[in-house]
Each structure stands twice: as structure tokens, then as C-alpha cells.
């Protein structure tokens, strides 16, 4: 189980308002009594911050507001005390323009480094050089006036996107992930892998049709060009293989943010070839009903290459947390999804403040600090409704920071604390660390296969291994649904009072109920 950690907004350690690595190694008690085996670290290298840390400026240091990279070998060396292994945030696709090869690529075109990013001429009458749009909106090209040719940013124009055909940027980054892997990380969680590598005539996007999804529709054209290459493939070969001569427990975890499963299953290779394991981003931009999980998580199974791995998520620093986008902020339903998070086959993924069914916060205009919010408002609010800081007590700033102290970014105002649940057996935070538990010392559970039972309408029922059984009640109805014969014992369930209890030939689930079932007798 891997628990995402957002640095700036995790524990500020020295009253400035902003999160930082002494802070989160205050707080790793909290992870470990928690369970959690693993966390990524939203980035952490140096920034100007144009997009919140995913513009790096330097690959081998801390940003100064978070710590040095001493505080990170100790979070590193007392994480893994505790048996927690730690991954970074690794940004490929593009660095920052004020990283130091960018600086050079732009000082002329005869730089040595100039062809470590993608650089064309203007089309005759001085247009960008095609048609590609940034995945923020806008033309993905900016004019560099003093030298007259025009760069690429499938992001900010302060993300310029380095050029993967170069092997200069393929050795630079062999080099970064055995830097970071020396250090003893445990592995990357690897932002917009899909996109790492364009199309070297870099012709035109098609455009959208009517049955494109809405963001390509919006965009007016299909991202076939500009990404999701197949040369990418031979790209993450190529770190496998390193991942590999390092050992077999170093993680490659990609954010493959692909609209198809089949699409997503490529990045896999053979399955023991390329990423160890891919967001499913299909998954969680899913409707939280039980049809439209259970239909993507068979058809997931199905298309991943056997032994892959998949991964469950429900939040993340860019989309709208599962409290708020899944559950509506309803406490029952929260404990269901994570249930669920936590049950399928695979790796879970919790975002911070998941634990505590933290919410979204509602933003005004003049509060916005993320470019994609300030660029889309008032359709599109952007992330920092779900990057509000962890919310650790009743004190002041939550316990984030201390009082009297401006946070980085304003407090959500859901009265939801960590110190409070511990204080409340029945608590979300309790139940996720119980199902966390059962989790870890349950074979079934960790290691056994899916097989999707039949469920009523609303519902959706699994069997994991040789003899557990989850169950879930996405609905507002009572529900029964029949179970295998033989005898079968709740081991753990979304309701008070049910836990222990024996099952017969049906089961009874309560509207948003969510049971465990063993049949040992
Ligand atoms: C990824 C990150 C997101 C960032 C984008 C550009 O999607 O998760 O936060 O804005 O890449 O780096
Ligand atoms: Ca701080």
C-alpha cells in the first residue's frame, strides 16, 4: 500500500507555511501506525514553482523550503526503520526553463545542448510550427524572438519539454535515477511517462471527433502526435533494465494518464519489461457506481499481461479527492470506496488526508495559486481544492503549521483531524488502518486472484484467493446477494456491529455497506 505524501502541504517544521521534509519526518509515526508500506513524495527538487514543483530546475538537490538532501537521506533511513520505503516524484517530460540545460539550449542555436529540447522554425507566415496543444490549453509552442524558432511545452511555457531523441537527455537521466537509487530510494513514481517522447516529423494532431472524450474535444484535436508514442516503450525498457541491476524491489510506478485500458496495459511491455506498475486513470475518473468500477476493474484484469500488478486510486494532487468527487462527503460512503481501495487486486494508492475522509475545499478567484485553475476558472476550478493542507488536530492551521502562521495555501474547512479519529474507535481513520491490517496478514488479500461474483444491481461482489470474499453495496437500498455454500464469518465491515458475525446462503448489505467475508470456519 502506497500513501502519497504532497510535501507542501504535509507538516511545516519551521512556521514559514509551507510543508517541508523535517516536517513529514516528524509525522512518520502516523504513516506507520497507519500501515502504510510505501510513500511518494510529490517533488521535492528545486522549482521556481511555475506548476507546484513538477518545473525542476536541478535533479540531484532539495528545494531549500523543503529541507537539504541530508533531511531527505534521514527521512529515507527513518522511514525505512519502520519499514516504509520512500519514492520520488521523477519529471522527464520537461524541466523547468530555468534549469540549467535549457538555459544554454536557449543561448543560441549552435548551443551544444540546443537539441535537448525541441526547437522548430515558424511555419512561413511566423505560426508555430503545427497544430499541438498543451495539455493546459494553448498552443504548446512558445517563440524564442532572439534566435526566431519556437520551442515545445506540452505543459507551461515554463516547462519546456526536453527532447528524448537525444541520447545527451537519455544518459543525463540513466544518471538521475541511479543518483536518487544510490541514495536508497525505492523507486519513482514517473510524471506524464506517456508523453515523454513526439513524433519526430512532429506532424499535426487529427482533430477530434464527436466521440472523443471531452478533453480532446475541448482541445479540438487527439493527442496522437504530441505523445503517446510508441518509442516511449524503449524508454521505459531502458529504466527497467537499470531498475533491474539495482534489484528486483526498485519500483518503476508510471503516470500513464491514457484514456484507454487497452492503451494503459501497453505500458507494461511483457509485463515484466516496463513499468512495474501504471495509474488507471480510467478507473478514477470513473462514476463511483457499481457497474461502471466493477465493469473497469474486470476489463483490467483482463487486458493487463498476467503477472502485472494494477494500481487503485482515488485521489491524487490532481484530481478532486474521493471524499468530495466519490462520496459527496458522506463518511459511509468514504469507508466503502476505501474498502474497496484497499481489497482489489493490486497496489492501493491513498492520497494524504484519504485516511480522515478529508474533503475538497471550495476556492475563490483571488485564492487560486495553481496555473490551470487561474487559466480555466470559472469552468474548471484547478487542483487547489485538493491540495489543502494534512489536517493533524484542533489547533490552529490544523496542527500543519503553527498558529498565527499563513499557510501556503488556505486550510479546507472540513473539521476532520487525525487526532481526533485516533481518539474515535469507529472512525474513518481507524477502519482504514483495520483494513489495512487485515490486508497485510491476509494471503487472499495480498497475493490471491480476482474473480468477480455475481451481484444485484447497485452492488458488485468479488472473491480474492481461495477463500475471501468482499462485498459492496453501491447503492441507497438494501441489498442480498447469495454466497457460495459453506460457512463464512465476516472478518470486516463497513458498519458497526457486523464484524464476526456468520453468514448464511445470502448476505444482507445495508444501503453503502461494505463487508470482508472468510469462509474458514
Ligand atoms: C503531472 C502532474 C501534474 C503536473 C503535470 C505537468 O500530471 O501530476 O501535477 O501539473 O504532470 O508536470
Ligand atoms: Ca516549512
Same mark, same amino acid.
Given at each position: 500500500?502506497?500513501?502519497?505524501?504532497?510535501?507542501?502541504?504535509?507538516?511545516?517544521?519551521?512556521?514559514?507555511?509551507?510543508?517541508?521534509? /523535517?516536517?513529514?519526518?516528524?509525522?512518520?509515526?502516523?504513516?506507520?501506525?497507519?500501515?502504510?508500506?510505501?510513500?511518494?513524495?510529490? /517533488?521535492?527538487?528545486?522549482?521556481?514553482?511555475?506548476?507546484?514543483?513538477?518545473?525542476?530546475?536541478?535533479?540531484?538537490?532539495?528545494?531549500?523550503?523543503?529541507?537539504?538532501?541530508?533531511?531527505?537521506?534521514?527521512?529515507?533511513?527513518?522511514?525505512?526503520?519502520?519499514?516504509?520505503?520512500?519514492?520520488?516524484d521523477?519529471?522527464?517530460?520537461?524541466?523547468?526553463?530555468?534549469?540549467?540545460?535549457?538555459?544554454?539550449?536557449?543561448?543560441?542555436?549552435?548551443?551544444?545542448?540546443?537539441d535537448? $529540447?525541441?526547437?522548430?522554425?515558424?511555419?512561413?507566415?511566423?505560426?508555430?510550427?503545427?497544430?499541438?496543444?498543451?495539455?493546459?490549453?494553448g498552443?504548446?509552442?512558445? +517563440?524564442?524572438?532572439?534566435?526566431?524558432?519556437?520551442?515545445?511545452?506540452?505543459?507551461?511555457?515554463?516547462?519546456?519539454?526536453?527532447?528524448?531523441?537525444?541520447?545527451?537527455?537519455?544518459?543525463?537521466?540513466? @544518471?538521475?535515477?541511479?543518483?536518487?537509487?544510490?541514495?536508497?530510494?525505492?523507486?519513482?513514481?514517473?510524471?506524464?511517462?506517456?508523453?515523454?517522447?513526439?513524433?519526430?516529423?512532429?506532424?499535426?494532431?487529427?482533430?477530434?471527433?464527436?466521440?472523443?472524450?471531452?478533453?480532446?474535444?475541448?482541445?479540438?484535436?487527439?493527442?496522437?502526435?504530441?505523445?503517446?508514442?510508441?518509442?516511449?516503450?524503449?524508454?521505459?525498457?531502458?529504466?527497467?533494465?537499470?531498475?533491474?541491476?539495482?534489484?528486483?524491489?526498485r519500483?518503476?510506478?508510471?503516470?500513464?494518464?491514457v484514456?484507454?485500458?487497452?492503451?494503459?496495459?501497453? $505500458?507494461?511491455?511483457?509485463?515484466?519489461?516496463?513499468?512495474?506498475?501504471?495509474?488507471?486513470?480510467?478507473?478514477?475518473?470513473?462514476? *463511483?457506481?457499481?457497474?461502471? +468500477?466493477?465493469?473497469?476493474?474486470?476489463?483490467t484484469?483482463?487486458?493487463?499481461?498476467?503477472?502485472?500488478?494494477?494500481?487503485?486510486?482515488?485521489s491524487?494532487?490532481?484530481?478532486?479527492r474521493?471524499?468530495?468527487?466519490?462520496?459527496?462527503?458522506?463518511?459511509a460512503?468514504?469507508?466503502?470506496? +476505501?474498502?474497496?481501495?484497499?481489497?482489489?487486486?493490486?497496489?492501493?494508492?491513498?492520497f494524504?488526508?484519504?485516511?480522515?475522509?478529508?474533503?475538497?475545499?471550495?476556492?475563490?478567484?483571488?485564492?487560486?495559486?495553481?496555473?490551470?485553475?487561474?487559466?480555466?476558472?470559472?469552468?474548471?476550478?484547478?487542483?487547489?481544492?485538493?491540495?489543502?493542507?494534512?489536517?493533524?488536530?484542533?489547533?490552529?492551521?490544523?496542527? *500543519?503549521?503553527?498558529?498565527?502562521?499563513?499557510?501556503?495555501?488556505?486550510?479546507?474547512?472540513?473539521?476532520?483531524?487525525?487526532?481526533?479519529?485516533?481518539?474515535?474507535?469507529?472512525?474513518?481513520?481507524? *477502519?482504514?488502518?483495520?483494513?489495512?491490517?487485515?490486508?497485510?496478514?491476509?494471503?487472499?488479500?495480498?497475493?490471491?486472484?480476482?474473480?468477480?461474483?455475481?451481484?444485484?444491481?447497485?452492488?458488485?461482489?468479488?472473491?480474492?484467493?481461495?477463500?475471501?470474499?468482499?462485498?459492496?453495496?453501491?447503492?441507497?437500498?438494501?441489498?442480498?446477494?447469495?454466497?457460495?455454500?459453506?460457512?463464512?464469518?465476516?472478518?470486516?465491515?463497513?458498519?458497526?456491529?457486523?464484524?464476526?458475525s456468520?453468514?448464511?446462503?445470502?448476505? @444482507?448489505?445495508?444501503?453503502?455497506?461494505?463487508?470482508?467475508?472468510?469462509?474458514?470456519?
Amino acid at each position: 500500500m502506497i500513501y502519497q505524501v504532497y510535501v507542501r502541504s504535509f507538516a511545516d517544521s519551521n512556521d514559514d507555511g509551507v510543508g517541508d521534509l /523535517p516536517g513529514l519526518l516528524g509525522r512518520l509515526d502516523h504513516l506507520a501506525w497507519l500501515g502504510v508500506e510505501a510513500v511518494w513524495l510529490s /517533488p521535492v527538487m528545486p522549482s521556481p514553482n511555475a506548476d507546484w514543483g513538477y518545473d525542476v530546475a536541478d535533479y540531484g538537490a532539495v528545494l531549500p523550503e523543503y529541507g537539504t538532501i541530508d533531511d531527505l537521506d534521514e527521512v529515507i533511513a527513518a522511514a525505512g526503520r519502520l519499514g516504509i520505503r520512500v519514492l520520488l516524484d521523477l519529471v522527464p517530460n520537461h524541466t523547468s526553463d530555468r534549469h540549467a540545460w535549457f538555459v544554454e539550449s536557449r543561448s543560441s542555436v549552435d548551443s551544444t545542448r540546443r537539441d535537448w $529540447y525541441v526547437w522548430a522554425d515558424p511555419k512561413p507566415d511566423g505560426s508555430p510550427p503545427n497544430n499541438w496543444v498543451g495539455s493546459f490549453g494553448g498552443p504548446a509552442w512558445s +517563440l524564442d524572438e532572439p534566435s526566431g524558432q519556437y520551442y515545445l511545452h506540452n505543459f507551461l511555457p515554463e516547462q519546456p519539454d526536453l527532447n528524448w531523441w537525444n541520447d545527451g537527455v537519455r544518459d543525463a537521466f540513466d @544518471d538521475i535515477l541511479r543518483f536518487w537509487w544510490d541514495r536508497g530510494v525505492a523507486g519513482f513514481r514517473i510524471d506524464v511517462c506517456n508523453m515523454m517522447i513526439k513524433d519526430a516529423a512532429l506532424r499535426d494532431n487529427p482533430s477530434a471527433t464527436e466521440d472523443d472524450p471531452f478533453i480532446m474535444r475541448m482541445f479540438g484535436q487527439r493527442p496522437v502526435y504530441n505523445g503517446n508514442r510508441p518509442e516511449a516503450h524503449d524508454i521505459l525498457r531502458r529504466w527497467r533494465r537499470i531498475s533491474a541491476d539495482y534489484s528486483p524491489t526498485r519500483v518503476l510506478l508510471g503516470e500513464t494518464n491514457v484514456d484507454t485500458l487497452e492503451n494503459l496495459a501497453t $505500458y507494461y511491455g511483457s509485463g515484466d519489461d516496463e513499468l512495474h506498475m501504471g495509474f488507471n486513470f480510467p478507473f478514477i475518473e470513473a462514476p *463511483f457506481e457499481a457497474g461502471a +468500477l466493477a465493469d473497469i476493474v474486470a476489463r483490467t484484469e483482463a487486458l493487463l499481461p498476467s503477472a502485472a500488478w494494477p494500481v487503485w486510486t482515488g485521489s491524487n494532487h490532481d484530481v478532486s479527492r474521493l471524499a468530495t468527487r466519490w462520496c459527496g462527503g458522506d463518511p459511509a460512503k468514504v469507508r466503502l470506496a +476505501l474498502l474497496m481501495l484497499l481489497t482489489l487486486r493490486g497496489t492501493p494508492v491513498l492520497f494524504q488526508g484519504d485516511e480522515i475522509g478529508l474533503t475538497d475545499r471550495e476556492f475563490d478567484k483571488d485564492e487560486l495559486l495553481d496555473p490551470v485553475g487561474l487559466r480555466f476558472w470559472p469552468y474548471y476550478p484547478g487542483r487547489d481544492p485538493e491540495r489543502t493542507p494534512m489536517q493533524w488536530d484542533d489547533g490552529p492551521n490544523a496542527g *500543519f503549521t503553527s498558529a498565527g502562521v499563513t499557510p501556503w495555501i488556505p486550510m479546507a474547512d472540513a473539521p476532520v483531524h487525525v487526532a481526533g479519529q485516533r481518539a474515535e474507535p469507529g472512525s474513518v481513520l481507524h *477502519f482504514v488502518r483495520d483494513v489495512i491490517a487485515l490486508r497485510r496478514r491476509s494471503p487472499d488479500l495480498l497475493g490471491g486472484d480476482y474473480r468477480a461474483l455475481p451481484a444485484p444491481d447497485g452492488a458488485w461482489a468479488w472473491q480474492r484467493g481461495a477463500e475471501t470474499i468482499v462485498a459492496l453495496n453501491l447503492s441507497a437500498e438494501a441489498r442480498r446477494m447469495a454466497l457460495p455454500p459453506g460457512p463464512g464469518t465476516v472478518v470486516l465491515g463497513t458498519h458497526p456491529g457486523r464484524d464476526a458475525s456468520p453468514t448464511g446462503d445470502a448476505l @444482507d448489505l445495508e444501503p453503502w455497506e461494505g463487508v470482508v467475508v472468510t469462509s474458514r470456519a
